[in-house]
């Protein structure tokens, strides 16, 4: 433990407007195993959409907050969230990415698990003693599970406020991504991108919401648009805002000249489109009035669920989560989210913007990458160059381009890694 902890890490004079970040946050060995314990075991963190298992029996394993966690929809209908490890000797109890399956058997020993939980099955269980009761072996879940509007949540740390009141300013974000489901929902279309990137984790997160870079690191996609008739961003002024939400989370919302299957139209879609866009967009403003309608259908939003869930709700509308596995090190996850029931055409114009945009081999994403892995090159001389700036429009109301959705990231990490638990007081700006 350092001597002063890690008070020294964010400095802000706003008086002076300026705020800075201690370049150490990013490449030491030390802060990343207090973030595991400061930031990730003591917040929300995304696990899965319900969609994802929608039968009795169905699951999906993956690793949230560096624990191996199964999503399984129980015999019963429930869906509940397990620790992927056996109560016996730890080994995990399923090994498959998803799938379905009645009962679960760890391969090492047999004890057999339902899909409810329960330890239904131990090879010479009277060889264990009176003391033994399979009752109280089932599998273990996080100390806290919630859903909202079919997004799963975990917490490792029993105490948290309840996910609501935790997600602040940005539910009534997650309310307008969702609304677009109307009656049928919202569901993850099947697949996910996986990749890595050679960064520290909060880049990633500082990224995703950072509107001053694009001009300069997309200059292709750019020049892409341009080439299919759509107008660039250059010489476009968007309307909107980008701001904190409280609690760490975080926003960028503005309106583009590309389009979004809803309910955007693109004149390179036809003219058939154009009209079948313009009745959803009479749908939208029928079922959620004109302001919240045309809100929903013009305006795209890029937003940082705290600490580690952006939620791209632009040409494709994408859920991405990272984790670190070392200071420079991270593993990204993204899934597309869509309306069920969605026509052929827009689920094809939406997964074409999740691979060629925010693919792992799109118009973006190695952008962000190579500049995120530049970053983190530059930080092997954060003794000589120790800070980085984040001040632009700290003496402003801001707008697109400036750094105080960011700042509230730093702010609410700042106060978990001095101890401090904002989850159990008030929202932090």
């Known amino acids: ?26 490449v030491s060995p030390e802060i990343l195993e207090a973030e595991r314990e400061r930031v ?48 016996h000797r730890g080994a995990q109890v399923c090994r498959e990415n998803q799938g379905s399956a009645k009962t679960f058997q760890c391969f090492y020993h047999a004890w057999t ?18 003391s033994f009761r399979k ?37 009534e974000l997650l309310d307008t991504v969702l609304d677009q489901g109307g009656d049928d929902g919202m569901e993850i279309v099947g697949g996910t991108h996986k990749y890595s990137v050679r960064a520290n984790w909060k ?55 590309w389009g979004k299957p809803v309910a955007s139209w693109e004149p390179r879609w036809g003219e058939a489109a154009r009209l079948e866009i313009e009745a959803l967009r009479r749908e939208l403003i029928a079922r959620h009035g004109e302001q919240h309608g045309l809100r929903i259908a013009d305006y795209q939003r890029n937003t940082l669920i705290y600490p580690n869930l952006i939620v791209n709700d632009i040409m494709s509308l994408t859920l991405r989560t990272c984790y670190p596995i070392a200071p420079g090190y991270m593993e990204v996850s993204a899934w597309c989210l869509a309306r069920k029931n969605e026509p052929a055409r827009w689920r094809s114009i939406r997964l074409d913007a999740f691979l060629t945009f925010l693919g792992p081999g799109g118009l973006s994403t190695p952008d962000d990458v190579e500049a995120l892995e530049s970053c983190q090159r530059g930080f092997r001389a954060f003794r000589e160059v120790e800070w980085s700036d984040m001040s632009r429009g700290l003496t402003r109301d801001p707008v697109m381009e400036d750094e105080e959705q960011m700042r509230g990231l730093w702010r609410k990490w700042q106060v978990q890694m001095n101890g401090g638990s904002p989850s159990r007081r008030r929202a932090v700006a």
């Open 135 to 171: 009752e109280e072996l089932g599998l273990t879940s996080p100390a806290r599970v919630e859903d909202y509007r079919g997004l799963i949540f975990v917490s490792f740390d029993p105490e948290i406020e309840d996910l609501v009141t935790y997600l602040a300013g940005a539910k």
């Open 1 to 26: 433990m350092r001597a002063n902890g890690f008070r020294d890490l964010v400095r802000e004079d706003r008086k002076r407007g300026l705020f800075r970040v201690h370049r150490s946050a990013f």
């Open 113 to 130: 698990f339902n899909n409810q939980g329960e330890l239904v099955g131990v090879p010479d269980a009277a060889g264990y003693g009176g």
């Open 203 to 257: 880049l990633l997160c500082e990224n995703s919401i950072d509107g001053y870079h694009v001009r300069s690191t997309h200059k292709t996609f750019i020049d892409y648009l341009n080439s299919v008739g759509v107008p660039s961003q250059a010489g476009v002024k968007f309307p909107g805002g980008a701001r904190s939400l409280g609690n760490g989370h975080g926003v960028m919302e503005y309106q583009a000249p």
């Open 40 to 87: 990730f075991d003591r917040s929300w963190l995304y696990a899965a959409h319900e969609s994802e298992v929608p039968r009795p029996g169905d699951f999906v394993t993956r690793d949230v907050g560096g624990r191996p966690l199964m999503i399984c929809r129980g015999s019963d209908g429930a869906v509940r969230v397990f620790v992927n490890s056996c109560t």
